[in-house]
């Protein structure tokens, strides 16, 4: 038998702050969840600095996260200078969209193409009622500034909730009927109570077959850096369709990300409680060499994992404030 390439782990999503102006069900559920004072904020030379050890471990794509980093003042310099790092060749964000059509020019002009918008919902009364916000116009117009500017790939993410937005999935994936953007369904994972989520959950294979009545959905091949996606492309549309599977079947064994959290721990695993601290050592003078060990050893953990907590027991429901840890 062939031994399996050991993969590489080249993927590092940073989270750049825990402040969001939207409350997401799923995502702020908890009530106790509290932002961190400011201090405890990694500063931007601080995320460089990381960013330039992770570089030498191998990390070749980073995806700016929080939180809302179009939250965050100075954000275009740091992506600039995130872009300007040996080693690192793709920078890419993610955001909720709501400041999106006022950034939108500036954050094209660091060079970023690559951006991903959170959007679960088309219709306002929704909307308020998953993000607790009044900005689905302001997305919906970012969105359009964005695709008309040229960033590519432009990804739609859509959280599916069964018996809140389920009944939306075709008319969200009509999105990519007409321009040429990815919209991507991601299956809830439990950051919730365990009854918020079995109440909600629904598999991507239910939604698939929801949007059958679109026509034959024809697989795309696999990016070597491609995230957890499987892609597809449908006749007649010039987007593309992806879903996102991380709890009907998890993706452990060819994830290739490590997360950092907006207070500087190192997450070899979403769903895991494994963290290491990276800030102490920062502002402790530790060594590049030190902080490279400390990424190197998170590495190998991940190696060690074959599948994550919750999607193997499905009974380790957890304080888990993706605002903070960045999803
Ligand atoms: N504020 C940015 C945004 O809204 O895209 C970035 C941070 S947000 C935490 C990143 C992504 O995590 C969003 O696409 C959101 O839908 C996803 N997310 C958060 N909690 C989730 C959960 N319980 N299950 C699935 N996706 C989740």
């Known amino acids: 038998m062939e031994a399996e390439a050991p993969r590489q782990i080249n993927y590092l999503r940073m989270s ?19 932002k961190q004072p ?13 960013a330039a050890v992770a570089a030498e471990a191998g990390v070749r794509k980073v995806r700016v996260t929080g939180g809302e980093p179009l939250l965050r003042r100075g954000l275009m310099g740091f992506l600039q200078e995130l872009k300007r790092l040996p080693g690192i060749n793709q920078v890419c964000l993610t955001t909720n969209g709501a400041l999106l059509r006022e950034l939108a020019p500036a954050l094209y002009n660091t060079g970023v193409r690559h951006l991903n918008v959170s959007l679960d919902t088309l219709k306002q009364d929704r909307y308020r009622q998953i993000t607790g916000s009044d900005n689905l116009p302001a997305v919906m117009a970012g969105l359009e500034r964005a695709a008309s500017l040229g960033f590519h790939p432009l990804k739609i993410n859509c959280v599916v909730l069964r018996g809140i937005n389920d009944d939306e999935v075709l008319d969200i994936a009509r999105l990519a009927r007409e321009r040429p953007l990815q919209v991507r369904f991601i299956e809830l994972m439990p950051t919730t109570s365990r009854t918020w989520w079995q109440r909600h959950f629904l598999s991507m294979t239910e939604v698939r077959q929801r949007l059958a009545v679109l026509g034959p959905l024809e697989p795309l091949a696999r990016e070597a850096a491609a995230g957890p996606a499987r892609t597809f492309r449908l006749p007649g549309f010039r987007g ?11 993706h452990c064994r ?34 590049d060499g030190f902080i490279g060990f400390l990424f190197q050893e998170a590495i190998r953990l991940k190696h060690r994992k074959t599948g994550h907590s919750l999607a193997c027991s499905g009974s380790c429901f957890r304080d888990l404030p993706m605002v903070s840890i960045g999803g």
């Open 240 to 250: 593309e369709l992806g879903f996102i599977s991380p709890m009907s079947e998890h």
């Open 38 to 50: 400011p201090a405890e904020i990694l500063r931007y030379e601080e995320l460089l600095r990381l």
């Open 254 to 287: 060819t994830c290739n990300r490590l997360r950092l959290s907006s207070d500087g721990k190192i997450r070899p695993c979403l769903l895991g409680s494994q963290e290491l601290d990276l800030k102490e050592p920062l502002r402790q003078g530790g060594s």
């Open 16 to 34: 750049i702050t825990d402040r969001c102006q939207l409350r997401c069900v799923y995502c702020t559920y908890w009530r106790e969840w509290e």
